[in-house]
């Protein structure tokens, strides 16, 4: 082995003693843990798509378009939520 693959093999071994040792001390992270984790990610998309429906539909309701705003909004809402819950999970991705 050369001194460059040598520091890679001890750094691999250092992140997987280190996520070994978080992992011992969050026991208590189980399956009810992912499924809110899941449920907060479905939430974080939801609400804003709802929103963005609701927005939308007050829209269509006050002004004669040909456009469909209740769609934009929805799509809006959509794409916002995706994008919090894109944040919020890279964030707790690291945080690991």
């Given at each position: 082995?050369?001194?460059r693959n040598e520091?890679n093999?001890?750094?691999?071994?250092?992140?997987?003693?280190?996520?070994?040792?978080?992992?011992?001390?969050?026991?208590?992270r189980?399956?009810?843990?992912?499924?809110?984790?899941?449920?907060?990610?479905?939430?974080t998309v939801a609400?804003p798509?709802?929103?963005?429906?609701?927005?939308g539909?007050?829209?269509d309701a006050?002004?004669t378009?040909r456009?469909?705003?209740?769609?934009?909004?929805?799509?809006?809402?959509?794409?916002i939520?995706?994008?919090?819950?894109?944040?919020?999970?890279?964030?707790?991705?690291?945080?690991?």
């Open positions: 082995m050369n001194e520091e093999f001890e750094e691999a071994v250092g992140r997987k003693a280190a996520r070994r040792m978080r992992a011992r001390r969050e026991k208590d189980g399956v009810w843990f992912g499924l809110g984790m899941f449920g907060l990610v479905g939430w609400i798509a709802l929103a963005g429906l609701a927005v539909l007050w829209i006050r002004i378009s456009y469909a705003w209740s769609l934009m909004g929805l799509l809006l809402g959509v794409v939520g995706c994008f919090g819950a894109w944040r919020w999970v890279k964030r707790e991705s690291r945080r690991e």
